[in-house]
């Protein structure tokens, strides 16, 4: 699987936008690009995943440029309850593939008041 | 709470001794993945169950680390003979899928934080 880049740390005031980066420049075409969140003493939680186009959920949107060597995964109103360690994890999907993730160190968004 | 769930949540023990942790999965998932998390850094893979099939193991599960899930429900992790290097979160999940269908998610069970002293 690719490996991802990610800043160790943002910060965000709480009802704005949060915007992290991801950096996953060998990724493949049969790969996906899946954001995981883990709030301090809890296990990973999934957010969203996605192909080549945008995606939306209730959590998150996910935007993924064009070449798809890099995506952005957008909070947009955050709240101190959002305030966790996010993972950008690129993963081939079907066909047999392993169904493991492999976490990088991710991103710790601190959300202030 | 039909979440996965995971006991004991924190285990204290000495070197060499023998501890046992156990994964409740979601009922209706067939998969369950057991991870590890040290301090710092993200879960690593340890092994993959599809049903009771143990269908994959990292190089990280030593020859005194064993994992079961006997009737294709719980799972439980054993590590023999405990070193002070074993001292982290032991995270498992659970997903549904079939054949080679992929799961999207994975659902994490509280983790069991393991301190080998």
Not at chain 1, 56 to 75: G, P, Y
Not at chain 2, 53 to 77: I, M, V
Not at chain 2, 111 to 116: A, I, K, M
Request: aromatic letters at 10%; one cysteine or more; a neutral charge.
């Amino acid at each position: 699987d690719a490996k991802t880049t990610q800043p160790p740390s943002m910060d965000c005031a709480e009802g704005r936008a949060a915007n992290l980066p991801c950096n996953h420049s060998t990724i493949s075409g049969n790969e996906y690009v899946y954001w995981y969140r883990q709030i301090h003493s809890q296990g990973p939680q999934y957010i969203i995943h996605g192909l080549k186009n945008n995606e939306t959920n209730e959590m998150a949107s996910l935007i993924i440029t064009e070449d798809r060597k890099s995506s952005t995964l957008i909070l947009p109103h955050a709240t101190l309850r959002d305030t966790a360690v996010y993972y950008c994890i690129v993963r081939v999907a079907g066909g047999g593939a392993t169904n493991k993730l492999i976490f990088g160190t991710g991103t710790l968004l601190a959300v202030q008041p | 709470d039909t979440g996965v769930s995971q006991n004991p949540r924190h285990k204290i023990t000495k070197r060499g001794q023998n501890v046992t942790f156990r994964c409740d999965p979601i009922s209706e998932h067939n998969r369950l993945y057991w991870y590890r998390q040290t301090l710092g850094q993200g879960p690593e893979f340890l092994t993959y169950f599809q049903n009771e099939a143990q269908l994959e193991k990292s190089r990280l599960l030593s020859d005194r680390f064993s994992a079961e899930r006997p009737k294709g429900s719980f799972s439980t992790l054993e590590i023999q003979r405990t070193e002070q290097g074993d001292s982290a979160m032991y995270l498992c999940a659970s997903s549904s899928g079939t054949g080679g269908v992929w799961d999207n998610e994975q659902f994490f069970g509280p983790g069991t934080r393991l301190t080998v002293l």
